[in-house]
């Protein structure tokens, strides 16, 4: 979400003032020309429109418009400062409240609009314009419409609980309890400083409210649509518990059935036994059957204790159908539970129901088998029926283990007797709990429709909703969390003139690169925009905003491009460079060339870095002939000027790029003589000049670079000579050979023919102060001499390095109380003070040999400069230069040719 355009962006040099635009502050001047306010008021006007930059004039300026109490010329002075600092939302309000003190309401919500617009940002521009909408009795739809517009922009903002509390105060007003829960649900979507007491008031504000004053329409319909399907889901559970409990009591009843019928077997087998009779052995006391199947009997009745058994877990069964019956009642239970919370309890007794089904079942199954294995008992019976008597009576007399005696026999009949009491209670317990369970069935198929309809009641709908936000507030809460860090260091979140500390500029950057690995849009853009309100004026941060928009949301970030370089950085080169390089990347050449074109006439006439962006870009797109053009047409520019100090450098680097780019050496190095002419004084040139003919290979290399130390010294050696005088004295020094250098001291003496006697003194003081300006200082002579000392003892013979070196020691040996006494002698040819022409001359020497007594320079050491000594030279200048040559180590003096027959 961006911000809007700012509609009023300004150019670079378009700043207009109350001075310059009303047509009656002259007029005002002639009518009252001795009111001090007017009077400061049109200096300071003056001052802002020549320093737009110039905050504190602004100010000053603002407050003197105020006390003048001119209407037209506080909203021209208003509107001119706001084109150049649109974010200082306090001066937004200030014009909007001048103009609705002199009694326009329309012009100032006019302003308040056009602020909100150019600072969508500032919370404290939206509270102030809310409210001056509520106090001029706007209609109730206007001032909501503020509210949401303002929210839209800063509503997640961290300190926008001022706006939040207003528009929630004049809803209570004027809204519904339902705008009011509405607002509360969205704040509480926003990690805001003051988040937890939003919540407490959205719980207190639903406490005594139902749902259907809180909640809209469609959001009770939501609302109840998930409780009926949470009610459903219930149902469901219920359901499947009832099924459970009916097929527990079904296996229970198939449980009891074989129960009785097994119990009905062994019955009708002991009733045979009883009707067979027992035969006994008088003799031995021991009773035999005479019946086989009396003794058959036998065999059943003991299978009648497993039909005992099984007829006990029949009744095992039985009271698990009743379990079955209380779960199913459970159910019930939660199926008709009305709070929220209880519902995946009910859904986990639904799950366990099958599982009571199955123990249900295999508790049936366990009496079947029973069942079975008495049915096997009869079979063994009929299997006993068809073995010989005498089979029988002889096994009897073998073992009387396998008979059974008169005791036996009773207590086989009370094992039966038990069994057929058991089978009977398990067909009976079985019986009662396939009852239980049916009812158990039926109640709860009824309990879940009564809590299908109570589970959508109206306060259901409106804790269901209090549980949404207490979820969103506690995940806002963790999101609250992670940011506190960062804005616990924000200590200025509004625009300053000032620049912010490191600790401030280091927070942002460690803020954003938090948000952007986060991964939300929205909250990138919104963070971005914040911090572009106190970082606007550093183009850094605006660059990284460009450059993410760039891969997040293109089409948004010419819009925020052009804020960035249009208004809040229209005066920094280094935006505008970025400016020109995005259009240039974007393939729009023509937008990149006017910016460029920008840069160089209006940001930053001049700014060499700016001249090779714009070189280089001519460059990339192919046109070698505009781009020599910028060179030209700013060395031509700098020329033109009485004094450059870029025209150096700038020729430097013309050379450098017609070599390097175009490999035009001979262009280049007409470009670097024509510079040297223009501007002598600058030693980097003369430098990178050295060096360009250095690193050119060819046999005349050592003869180039010769040439143009000797071109650079001889400025020194023509400043050494100065007069016919001075030229007598220092008769030592080497000649320069230069012919530049001889048509200029030819010019020079020509015109100093010229002159008449009456103005020969100025006009050599005059030529001296511009020799002095446009020559090299004497320490970066005596720098570029040793260089070429050096150059000629790594590559040319020793002849020539003994010319060189011999050239050194005359021109930087001298001690400087020589140098001023033959200067003072020459120019006023008396024994009074230096003259203004040997002044740069002596205070060179001095600055030298100040403090460098005793200290080597060389073969000798340099003497100091004393006053003493001045005057003694000025009284016998004759006995103080051989003194002084003397103390120097040159002693005689040196013959004027030099030594060795090097003549430069």
């Known amino acids: 979400m961006d911000g809007p355009a700012v509609t009023s962006a300004a150019t670079t040099n378009d700043v207009s003032t109350p001075a310059a635009d009303a047509g009656d502050t002259r007029a005002g001047e002639e009518a009252d020309a001795s009111n001090p306010l007017?009077?400061?008021?049109?200096?300071?006007?003056?001052?802002?429109?020549?320093?737009?930059?110039?905050?504190?004039?602004?100010?000053?300026?603002?407050?003197?418009?105020?006390?003048?109490?001119?209407?037209?010329?506080?909203?021209?002075t208003y509107d001119a400062f706001l084109l150049e600092y649109p974010l200082c939302y306090g001066y937004w309000k200030k014009y909007a409240e001048a103009e609705r003190r002199h009694g326009s309401v329309d012009a100032a919500t006019a302003v308040y609009q056009r602020g909100v617009a150019a600072t969508p940002y500032s919370v404290?521009?939206?509270?102030?314009?809310?409210?001056?909408?509520?106090?001029?009795?706007?209609?109730?739809?206007?001032?909501?419409?503020?509210?949401?517009?303002?929210?839209?922009?800063?509503?997640?903002?961290?300190?926008?609980?001022?706006?939040?509390?207003?528009?929630?105060?004049?809803?209570?007003?004027?809204?519904?309890?339902?705008?009011?829960?509405?607002?509360?649900?969205?704040?509480?979507?926003?990690?805001?400083?003051?988040?937890?007491?939003?919540?407490?008031?959205?719980?207190?504000?639903?406490?005594?409210?139902?749902?259907?004053?809180?909640?809209?329409?469609?959001?009770?319909?939501?609302?109840?649509?998930?409780?009926?399907?949470?009610?459903?889901?219930?149902?469901?559970a219920a359901a499947q518990a009832t099924a459970a409990a009916q097929a527990a009591a079904a296996a229970a009843a198939e449980a009891t059935v074989a129960a009785t019928d097994a119990a009905a077997a062994v019955t009708e087998a002991v009733a045979d036994a009883a009707a067979d009779g027992f035969a006994t052995d008088a003799a031995g006391g021991h009773a035999i059957t005479n019946n086989p199947a009396?003794?058959?009997?036998?065999?059943?009745?003991?299978?009648?204790?497993?039909?005992?058994?099984?007829?006990?877990?029949?009744?095992?069964?039985?009271?698990?159908?009743?379990?079955?019956?209380?779960?199913?009642?459970?159910?019930?239970?939660?199926?008709?539970?009305?709070?929220?919370?209880?519902?995946?309890?009910?859904?986990?007794?639904a799950a366990e129901q099958p599982a009571a089904a199955e123990h249900l079942?295999?508790?049936?199954?366990?009496?079947?088998?029973?069942?079975?294995?008495?049915?096997?008992?009869?079979?063994?019976?009929?299997?006993?029926?068809?073995?010989?008597?005498?089979d029988v009576a002889t096994a009897a007399v073998a073992g009387n283990d396998n008979t059974a005696t008169p005791a036996g026999s009773a207590e086989t009949a009370a094992a039966v007797t038990a069994a057929v009491s058991a089978a009977e209670d398990s067909a009976a317990a079985g019986a009662a709990a396939a009852d239980t369970a049916g009812q158990a069935a039926a109640h709860a198929q009824a309990a879940a429709a009564a809590a299908a309809e109570a589970a959508i009641s109206d306060e259901a709908i409106k804790n269901l909703w209090l549980q949404h936000q207490e979820t969103v507030y506690i995940a806002t809460k963790q999101q609250l969390?992670?940011?506190?860090?960062?804005?616990?260091?924000?200590?200025?979140?509004?625009?300053?003139?000032?620049?912010?500390?490191?600790?401030?500029?280091?927070?942002?950057?460690?803020?954003?690169?938090?948000?952007?690995?986060?991964?939300?849009?929205?909250?990138?853009?919104r963070l971005y925009e914040r911090c572009l309100v106190p970082c606007a004026t550093y183009p850094e941060f605006w660059q990284r905003y460009v450059l993410w928009s760039e891969a997040n949301q293109p089409e948004a970030a010419p819009a925020v491009l052009q804020r960035a370089a249009e208004v809040h950085c229209k005066r920094r080169p280094d935006m505008g460079m970025f400016a020109a390089r995005f259009h240039e990347a974007h393939g729009d050449v023509a937008a990149a060339r006017a910016k460029y074109g920008q840069l160089l006439s209006v940001i930053s006439p001049g700014l060499l870095e700016a001249v090779l962006a714009a070189?280089?870009?001519?460059?990339?797109?192919?046109?070698?002939?505009?781009?020599?053009?910028?060179?030209?047409?700013?060395?031509?520019?700098?020329?033109?000027?009485?004094?450059?100090?870029?025209?150096?450098?700038?020729?430097?680097?013309?050379?450098?790029?017609?070599?390097?780019?175009?490999?035009?050496?001979?262009?280049?190095?007409?470009?670097?003589?024509?510079?040297?002419?223009?501007?002598?004084?600058?030693?980097?040139?003369?430098?990178?000049?050295?060096?360009?003919?250095?690193?050119?290979?060819?046999?005349?290399?050592?003869?180039?670079?010769?040439?143009?130390?000797?071109?650079?010294?001889?400025?020194?050696?023509?400043?050494?000579?100065?007069s016919s005088g001075a030229s007598s004295a220092a008769g030592q020094l080497v000649d320069v050979s230069s012919a530049e250098v001889k048509k200029e001291e030819g010019a020079d003496t020509a015109n100093?023919?010229?002159?008449?006697?009456?103005?020969?003194?100025?006009?050599?003081?005059?030529?001296?102060?511009?020799?002095?300006?446009?020559?090299?200082?004497?320490?970066?002579?005596?720098?570029?001499s040793k260089k070429c000392v050096e150059f000629a003892d790594m590559y040319a013979d020793v002849s020539t390095l003994r010319n060189v070196q011999q050239r050194h020691n005359q021109l930087f040996m001298l001690p400087a109380p020589a140098l001023a006494t033959t200067a003072a002698v020459s120019a006023r040819g008396s024994s009074v003070a230096a003259p203004t022409a040997a002044a740069p001359v002596a205070d060179a020497g001095h600055k030298r040999s100040a403090d460098a007594a005793g200290v080597a320079n060389g073969p000798v050491g340099k003497a100091a400069r004393t006053d003493a000594a001045i005057t003694a030279a000025a009284a016998d200048p004759a006995a103080a230069a051989a003194a002084a040559a003397a103390a120097a180590g040159y002693y005689p003096p040196p013959p004027a040719a030099g030594y060795g027959g090097y003549m430069p």
């Not at 509004?494 to 939300?520: C, M, S």
């Not at 290399?701 to 010769?706: D, E, F, I, N, Q």
């Not at 511009?770 to 570029?784: G, K, P, Q, V, Y």
């Open 615 to 722: 070189v280089n870009f001519e460059r990339r797109v192919g046109n070698a002939a505009a781009a020599s053009a910028v060179f030209d047409n700013l060395l031509r520019e700098e020329a033109a000027k009485s004094s450059s100090s870029i025209l150096g450098f700038l020729s430097l680097l013309y050379a450098n790029f017609l070599r390097q780019v175009y490999g035009d050496i001979d262009r280049a190095r007409e470009v670097l003589q024509q510079g040297l002419s223009l501007s002598p004084d600058c030693k980097v040139l003369w430098e990178g000049a050295m060096y360009f003919e250095e690193t050119i290979q060819g046999d005349d290399r050592v003869s180039r670079v010769l040439a143009l130390y000797d071109r650079a010294l001889a400025r020194k050696q023509q400043g050494s000579r100065g």
């Open 124 to 236: 404290e521009l939206w509270v102030a314009y809310t409210g001056f909408l509520q106090a001029t009795g706007a209609e109730t739809d206007t001032i909501r419409g503020a509210f949401e517009q303002g929210l839209a922009y800063v509503g997640p903002n961290y300190l926008s609980h001022t706006l939040w509390d207003k528009y929630l105060v004049f809803e209570g007003s004027n809204g519904s309890p339902a705008s009011v829960a509405a607002l509360y649900t969205r704040v509480l979507a926003c990690p805001v400083k003051e988040l937890d007491n939003y919540y407490s008031g959205l719980v207190s504000h639903a406490a005594n409210r139902s749902a259907a004053e809180l909640l809209s329409e469609d959001l009770t319909a939501t609302l109840r649509a998930q409780l009926q399907q949470e009610a459903a889901i219930k149902q469901e």
């Open 361 to 390: 079942t295999a508790g049936a199954a366990a009496a079947g088998t029973d069942a079975e294995m008495v049915d096997a008992a009869v079979l063994a019976e009929s299997k006993f029926e068809s073995v010989p008597e005498q």
């Open 38 to 76: 007017l009077d400061k008021f049109n200096e300071l006007s003056k001052t802002v429109r020549e320093k737009p930059e110039d905050f504190t004039s602004w100010t000053a300026l603002l407050s003197t418009v105020e006390k003048l109490d001119d209407l037209s010329q506080i909203g021209s």
């Open 294 to 349: 009396a003794d058959g009997t036998v065999d059943a009745a003991v299978g009648n204790g497993t039909a005992a058994q099984s007829a006990s877990e029949a009744a095992e069964a039985g009271d698990d159908a009743a379990a079955g019956m209380e779960s199913a009642t459970y159910a019930e239970q939660a199926a008709g539970d009305t709070e929220l919370g209880e519902a995946p309890a009910a859904a986990e007794t």
């Open 752 to 784: 100093s023919d010229a002159l008449t006697a009456g103005d020969a003194e100025e006009s050599k003081a005059v030529d001296g102060s511009i020799a002095a300006a446009r020559a090299l200082s004497d320490e970066a002579l005596e720098e570029l």
């Open 481 to 525: 969390a992670a940011r506190q860090p960062f804005e616990d260091n924000i200590r200025r979140p509004y625009w300053h003139f000032k620049p912010l500390d490191p600790t401030q500029l280091r927070n942002w950057i460690a803020y954003l690169d938090w948000q952007e690995v986060q991964g939300d849009l929205a909250a990138s853009i």
